[in-house]
T-cell receptor, first 112, second 113 residues
Framework: GENVEQHPSTLSVQEGDSAVIKCTYSDSASNYFPWYKQELGKGPQLIIDIRSNVGEKKDQRIAVTLNKTAKHFSLHITETQPEDSAVYFC???????????FGSGTRLSIRP | GAVVSQHPSWVICKSGTSVKIECRSLDFQATTMFWYRQFPKQSLMLMATSNEGSKATYEQGVEKDKFLINHASLTLSTLTVTSAHPEDSSFYICSGDRAYEQYFGPGTRLTVT
């Protein structure tokens, strides 16, 4: 089955700097890669996703890149703000209607 | 749009009793709903996938007789934890599929004493 590895487990960056979180997946059949932000005591919130026919996608300060050959995908957050502090999960799936396998999560802290 | 609610948001029950958690898609119809559990500082682990009108598909290691899932309509799925024990204490989260994206509920914190 699919296995998703995520690094780093914790990340602390200065406000205004960029943050990068990296993930790898094992199943070459996976073609849907969402990223979720989870705040304490809340459910995950979809922040951006990418499908296998696209190499990069950007939404304001957030971007995701996908390297299908290497089975890597990454989340990039630019101009970080205090409200970006949360746990971020990458995930992989054959399609969004099928089960999603989550990475282990990255706890992002933004230093003022 | 794409809002999923859960009820209750938290519940405390005594060991041996059963607890029902509701998951509703408020502004869309979800043919497929998923149930996850999450332990503190850990990732989400899929428990089961439920499709409206059919039996749920459980992940390996999840006891289907203990975690009863009913997906009676396109907007409602329920998870019943039967004969709860302290080790069942966890954060339970549901999600619904809409337009090829999964949207998650706010979670239900279950504490079994």
């Amino acid at each position: 089955g699919e296995n998703v590895e995520q690094h780093p487990s914790t990340l602390s960056v200065q406000e205004g700097d960029s943050a990068v979180i990296k993930c790898t997946y094992s199943d070459s059949a996976s073609n849907y890669f969402p990223w979720y932000k989870q705040e304490l005591g809340k459910g995950p919130q979809l922040i951006i996703d990418i499908r296998s026919n696209v190499g990069e996608k950007k939404d304001q300060r957030i971007a995701v890149t996908l390297n299908k050959t290497a089975k890597h995908f990454s989340l990039h957050i630019t101009e970080t703000q205090p409200e970006d502090s949360a746990v971020y999960f990458c995930a992989a799936s054959y399609s969004s209607a099928s089960k999603i396998i989550f990475g282990s999560g990255t706890r992002l802290s933004i230093r003022p | 749009g794409a809002v999923v609610s859960q009820h209750p948001s938290w519940v405390i029950c005594k060991s041996g009793t059963s607890v029902k958690i509701e998951c509703r898609s408020l502004d869309f119809q979800a043919t497929t709903m998923f149930w996850y559990r999450q332990f503190p500082k850990q990732s989400l682990m899929l428990m089961a996938t439920s499709n409206e009108g059919s039996k749920a598909t459980y992940e390996q290691g999840v006891e289907k007789d203990k975690f009863l899932i009913n997906h009676a309509s396109l907007t409602l799925s329920t998870l019943t934890v039967t004969s709860a024990h302290p080790e069942d204490s966890s954060f339970y989260i549901c999600s619904g599929d809409r337009a090829y994206e999964q949207y998650f509920g706010p979670g239900t914190r279950l504490t079994v004493t």
